[in-house]
Structures are given as C-alpha cells and as structure tokens.
C-alpha cells in the first residue's frame, strides 16, 4: 500500500502565499506523474498542476504565473507553491500520483486533501 499526506493548507489573507506538500510513503517503486487537484464548494474537481518524471510541468490557465509545482525525487515528495493567491483559489487541495507499486505495478493514489482559505 502507498499513503500520500498533503501538509501547508491553512488561511492566508489575498495577495499571500502558501506551499503545500505532498509526501508518498510504503511500497513505492517509482513514482511517474504527480498532480495537484482542487475542489471548490459546490464545483467539480480541477486539475492544478502537474509535474512527470522528468520534471516537465503545466498548470491550469487560472493558476499559471502565481502557482509553481516542483518534486523531491529523494524524498518522494511533490510541492506546489502559491503566491498572489486570491479568493477563488480557495478550495480543497489534493495530491494524486501515479505510482510504480512494489509487487503490484501501476497505481493511482489520492491523497486526502488539505484546505486552502484565501480570505479578501
């Protein structure tokens, strides 16, 4: 089994920022595609931001220029740092990988969330 844990949501006033981290643990081969998802109340999942394996990244159009992505192989661990952030980015955060499991190959894993409020 594999655990990812999302740390560093809290309340920040706008025009403030926050990194979040995402850390995987367990049975882990190698990890391919890291992404960062939100929801907002009463919307659909989004995706963020994404990082593969060799570091290549995108963002959403919404986030691009204030949101950066970025990964510690060693450490199994993919960040997402926020800056300018504004009202609307306030929303559940969640970390998805993609992930070489031990024994039991290609698996997706969720992360549980941790809550991002921008306060204006």
């Known amino acids: 089994q594999v655990q990812l844990v999302e740390s560093g949501g809290g309340l920040v006033q706008a025009g403030g920022s926050l990194r979040l981290s995402c850390a995987a643990s367990?049975?882990?081969?190698?990890?391919?595609?890291m992404r960062w998802y939100r929801q907002a109340p009463a919307k659909q999942r989004e995706l963020v931001a994404v990082?593969?394996?060799?570091?290549?990244?995108n963002y959403a159009d919404s986030v691009k220029g204030r949101f950066s992505i970025s990964r510690d192989v060693a450490r199994n661990t993919v960040y997402l740092q926020m800056n300018s952030l504004k009202s609307e980015d306030t929303a559940v955060y969640y970390c998805?990988?993609?992930?070489?499991?031990?024994?039991?190959?290609?698996?997706?894993?969720w992360g549980r969330g941790t809550q991002v409020t921008v306060s204006s």
């Open positions: 990082i593969t394996s060799r570091s290549s990244t």
């Open positions: 367990g049975s882990i081969y190698s990890i391919n595609v």
């Open positions: 998805k990988t993609v992930v070489v499991e031990v024994g039991r190959g290609l698996r997706d894993y």
